[in-house]
């Protein structure tokens, strides 16, 4: 299988160069030529296997310059019980809400206690293995923007990863405490942390700029490093999402809930569009979905493109108790919209820059049409989002975090609108803990809280009485490590001081 840019489709590379790589050297991102289609007998063979083994088929039929025992070695490495808690990395857990049934993801069992860990726990591995093919020898710096989740478990993925360098940029107020100070504490000798005095859209178009800037890629080249992305515009990021929305699938039928065949709704705390955008991938190889439920938090900018066809990122941006949504730029997207339009980069190209140099770009109606079928965008507020954890803790003594409680919010407020009752699937990213805070001030009766971060988990864990994840509880007594904050224009100065490359 081969892969070209979304912007240019004679930029054609295979899976390890496009993981290596990234990004497209022309700012596009590497998408699937075609995606594998799955029958009946395959899902029925997918049923009789684990989450490793569907991972496993799922990887070799995209990863097809990796040997299988290469990708065999990925996912034990990746998925060992050890690390998520159990076999099943992501558990389905049924809940009901205000009447209604849902089927909660749970993808937030790994060692930084967010979704990311999903695919960042793999990523290093399909890494590591993909620079050994295409850039023999050479050291990958990996460079991370963040909105809080993506940077601590990208550092979790590649510390002490040998060849690789990682450099993670966040907002310097965009973040939960508890995000902070798992970035701040990280421990390996490879690894770097710096906030950036604005928003994560600031940080994430200083690194996209970085990456696209020949003359750094050329001082990287004469060190013998090249740059690669941990964030969901990496091919090798997405893959590993494909496959939960297909597991959890199979561990609906083989529970009896549905029928193999039978759709599925999916509901997905959007932000960057990687997560949702990795389930309608799923749809595209043949898994049975109705509609894709795509919730956003005050920053509602993809609630109104799905309604409008408009993209508009020029707006007021919000700084919210789910900060790992607080994106105006949802880089994904750019993916959803070649497929849509056919595979078209040369449109694909013209909403992207006119998104660079205006901030807004119009879809066609075909291709606006063609979202509307699929897609249903929505947006809960925090007051919404905190009287959602609240509900769902009353009625279900069920604790979910901000992303999971704006998911549920929305989801709601889709079947008020449509009567839509088909079974569903919901994604919780993250575990309540991570934003102790929020979550606590809407089950604690109004209670005054503690001021310490670590005094608001143990409230937390008092009144829930769910357990708190070990790698957060171990924090508690690490001391930070990094303390470094640059203006986001001196991103490019700060990566190459801290490479030690002039
Ligand atoms: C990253 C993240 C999201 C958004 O996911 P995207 O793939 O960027 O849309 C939602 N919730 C949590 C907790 C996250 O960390």
């Known amino acids: 299988m081969l892969y070209n840019s979304t912007e240019n489709k004679n930029e054609v590379v295979s899976a390890a160069q496009a993981i290596a790589q990234g990004i ?10 075609e995606f594998p289609k799955y029958d009946d007998a395959v899902f029925n063979q997918l049923l009789e296997l684990d989450y490793k083994g569907r991972a496993k088929k ?3 039929d995209y990863l097809t310059d990796f040997t299988q025992e290469e990708i065999d070695d990925c996912v034990e490495k990746a998925y060992a019980s050890e690390k998520f808690g159990g076999d099943n990395p992501a558990p389905l857990c049924c809940k009901n809400y205000n009447g209604n049934e849902i089927n909660i993801l749970e993808l937030w069992h790994g060692p930084t206690c967010a979704f990311k860990d999903m695919a960042l726990q793999i990523l290093p591995h399909f890494l590591t293995k993909s620079l050994n093919k295409t850039y023999k020898d050479k050291d990958a710096v990996i460079l991370v923007a963040t909105s809080g989740d993506t940077g601590k478990a990208a550092l979790e993925g590649f510390k002490d990863v040998d060849h690789t360098k990682i450099l993670v940029f966040y907002p310097v107020d965009g973040v939960s405490p508890m995000q902070r100070h798992q970035m701040n504490t990280q421990e390996g000798s490879n690894v770097n942390v710096c906030a950036i005095e604005g928003n994560f859209d600031d940080a ?5 700029k970085i990456f696209t800037t020949p003359e750094i890629a050329e001082k990287l080249e004469a060190n013998n490093m090249l740059f690669s992305s941990a964030n969901s515009i990496n091919w090798g990021r997405l893959l590993p999402q494909i496959v939960y929305y297909i597991s959890s699938y199979c561990d609906l039928v083989n529970a009896g809930k549905i029928k193999l065949g039978d759709k599925i709704n999916v509901v997905v705390p959007t932000g960057n569009f990687g997560n949702i955008l990795a389930s309608y991938y799923a749809m595209c190889m043949g898994l049975p979905i109705n509609k894709f439920i795509c919730a956003s938090n005050s920053n509602n900018v ?8 408009v993209y508009d990122k020029n707006r007021q941006f919000y700084t919210t108790i789910s900060p790992s949504m607080d994106i105006l730029v949802s880089s994904n997207l750019e993916r959803l919209l070649y497929k849509m ?34 897609f249903y965008g929505g947006y ?17 003594s069920y604790l979910c975090d901000t992303h999971t409680a704006v998911a549920v919010a929305v989801y709601d407020k889709y079947v008020q609108e449509t009567n839509d009752k088909t079974p569903t699937v919901l994604a919780s ?17 109004g209670k ?23 790698p957060l509880l171990s924090l508690k007594d690490k001391k930070s490590r990094f303390s470094d904050v640059c203006k986001s224009d001196e991103m490019p100065k700060y990566v190459l001081k801290t490479l030690g490359v002039n």
Request: charged share 30%; net charge negative; proline share 3%.
């Open 24 to 33: 497209s050297k022309d700012g596009g991102l590497f998408v699937p030529q």
């Open 58 to 60: 799922i990887f070799a």
């Open 204 to 208: 994430q178009t200083g690194v996209k």
């Open 302 to 309: 993809l609630t109104d493109f799905i309604n409008t066809g």
């Open 341 to 374: 339009s056919g595979n078209d980069d040369v449109l694909t190209k013209e909403w992207m820059t006119k998104l660079k140099t205006e901030g807004k770009y119009s879809v066609n109606d075909e291709v606006k049409s063609k979202i509307k079928e699929l």
């Open 380 to 396: 809960c507020d925090d007051e919404d989002t905190q009287k959602t954890i609240s509900r769902m803790f009353m009625d279900e």
């Open 429 to 445: 990213t993250a575990s309540p803990y991570k934003f102790s805070k929020a979550v606590l001030s809407a089950v604690n009766d």
């Open 448 to 470: 005054e809280l503690p001021n310490n971060e670590f005094d608001m988990v143990d409230m937390l864990n008092k009144i829930s009485n769910t357990d708190v994840p070990t």
